[in-house]
C-alpha cells in the first residue's frame, strides 16, 4: 500500500539537496509540526475542550486575548524549547521575546510566529490558523535579545501557516517554491496534497475591509472602486469580493485560486502604520507568497526589503496575484 508522502519525507529529501545540511532544520519543522497538531485538536474540539472565549488579559498590542490565543502560543513555547534547535522565539502574543531556558541547550535558529491568526473567528468556528517564520541567529550571538531578530524578511530560512478549515493544512516554503499537506487525522500525519503552488498572475477578485474605506489612501480608493465599477468602469470587468477576517484563510484561498489582499496603510490611528505585523504575519506571507509567483508590497515597497524596527511593527500589507499588486504600486507612484 502507497502511504504517500509525508511532510517529514518530503523535507528531509529537500534537506539532503542542500549542501551542508545536519538535520537540524528538520528536526525544528517536526516539533513546529507537533505544535501544529496539538493547536488542531483543540481547535477543533472547540467548546467540548472549553477552549472558546475570552481569556480577559490584554496582548502587547492592547488586543484583548481569547483563551486559545494564550493557549496556542504556550503550546508553540511547549513544542519547541526543549530540543536544542532555537536560540529564542518571538511571539505577537508576548511583549519580550522568549529565551530558550538554561536547562535546555541553545542552537541556531530564532522562531517567530502568530500562534491563533484570525482569532476574532474562533467563536464563530470560522477557519484560523498559525503562521511561523524561522530565521538564523546572527552567527556568535548566545544570548540572543529582540535586535537579533530585526532581519529583513528576504532573510528568512523558512516560512509556512497552518490553517485549521474543515481540513487542518500546511503550506510551507524553505525558499524553493511552496508545498502543501493535509493532515490524515487517521494516520497522524500531513501528506504532500499540493505541489509547487503557483498563484495565478491575474485575478478578478480581491479582499479588503470595506469598512475602513474613508480611512484609505487615495491610490487603494481608486482600485477599489475601479473594481466595483465592473464592467461598465475602466476595468470592463466584474469583480468579486471576499473578507474572512482570517489572514491565513485569505491566503490560502489566493494560492489556490489567485486573488488580491489588501490592508492597506490608513488614518484610522495615525501611531499605526497598518494593521498587520510585520514580523508574525507580513513576513511570513509574503515569503509564501512570492516563492508561490506573487508578489508583496506596502504599496511603495516591497515587504520583504523593509529593515524592520521593532518586534511588533506593523506595515501595509497588499499582496497576491502579480499584475494586479503592480497595477495598485503603480497606482501609488507620484
Ligand atoms: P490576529 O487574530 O492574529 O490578531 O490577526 C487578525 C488579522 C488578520 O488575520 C485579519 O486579516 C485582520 O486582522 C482582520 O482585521 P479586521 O478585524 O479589521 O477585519
Ligand atoms: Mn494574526
Ligand atoms: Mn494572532
Excluded at 5 to 19: G, M, S
Excluded at 77 to 100: Q, T, V
Excluded at 140 to 167: H, I, K, M, N
Aim: with cysteine; charged share 20%.
Amino acid at each position: 500500500m502507497h502511504t504517500g508522502t509525508t511532510l517529514t519525507q518530503f523535507i528531509i529529501e529537500e534537506q539532503r539537496r542542500v549542501v551542508g545540511a545536519t538535520g537540524e532544520f528538520t528536526s525544528l519543522l517536526n516539533d513546529i509540526v507537533t505544535a501544529i497538531k496539538v493547536i488542531s485538536n483543540a481547535v477543533n474540539k472547540g467548546d467540548l475542550m472549553g477552549v472558546l472565549g475570552s481569556a480577559g488579559s490584554e496582548n502587547i498590542q492592547g488586543e484583548t486575548q481569547k483563551k486559545l490565543d494564550v493557549i496556542t502560543n504556550d503550546v508553540m513555547l511547549r513544542s519547541n524549547e526543549w530540543a536544542g534547535h532555537l536560540a529564542a522565539m518571538a511571539s505577537e502574543e508576548m511583549e519580550d521575546i522568549f529565551p530558550i531556558p538554561s536547562q535546555f541547550p541553545r542552537g541556531k535558529y530564532l522562531l517567530v510566529f502568530d500562534p491563533l491568526d484570525g482569532s476574532s473567528n474562533i467563536d464563530v468556528n470560522i477557519s484560523v490558523g498559525t503562521i511561523f517564520s524561522i530565521l538564523r541567529c546572527p552567527d556568535g550571538v548566545s544570548e540572543p535579545t529582540a535586535a537579533d531578530f530585526l532581519q529583513p524578511g528576504t532573510r528568512q530560512v523558512a516560512a509556512g501557516y497552518a490553517l485549521y478549515g474543515p481540513s487542518t493544512m500546511i503550506m510551507l516554503t524553505t525558499g524553493q517554491g511552496v508545498n502543501g499537506f493535509t493532515l490524515d487525522r487517521d494516520v497522524g500525519e500531513f501528506l504532500l496534497t499540493h505541489r509547487d503552488v503557483r498563484i495565478t498572475p491575474d485575478t478578478r477578485e480581491f479582499a479588503i475591509n470595506a469598512s475602513n474605506e474613508r480611512f484609505w489612501e487615495e491610490p487603494v480608493q481608486r482600485y477599489v472602486q475601479e473594481c466595483l465599477q465592473g464592467k461598465e468602469g475602466p476595468r470592463g470587468e466584474n469583480f468579486n469580493m471576499r473578507w474572512v477576517a482570517s489572514m491565513v484563510a485569505e491566503v490560502h484561498r489566493i494560492l489556490i485560486r489567485g486573488g488580491i489582499f489588501m490592508y492597506p496603510k490608513d488614518t484610522k490611528d495615525p501611531k499605526k502604520a497598518g494593521k498587520l505585523r510585520l514580523m508574525y504575519e507580513a513576513n511570513p506571507m509574503s515569503f509564501i507568497v512570492e516563492q508561490a509567483g506573487g508578489l508583496s508590497s506596502t504599496g511603495r515597497e516591497r515587504i520583504m526589503d523593509i529593515q524592520p524596527t521593532g518586534l511588533h511593527q506593523r506595515v501595509p500589507v497588499i499582496l497576491g496575484s502579480r499584475n494586479e499588486v503592480e497595477r495598485i504600486v503603480s497606482y501609488h507612484k507620484p
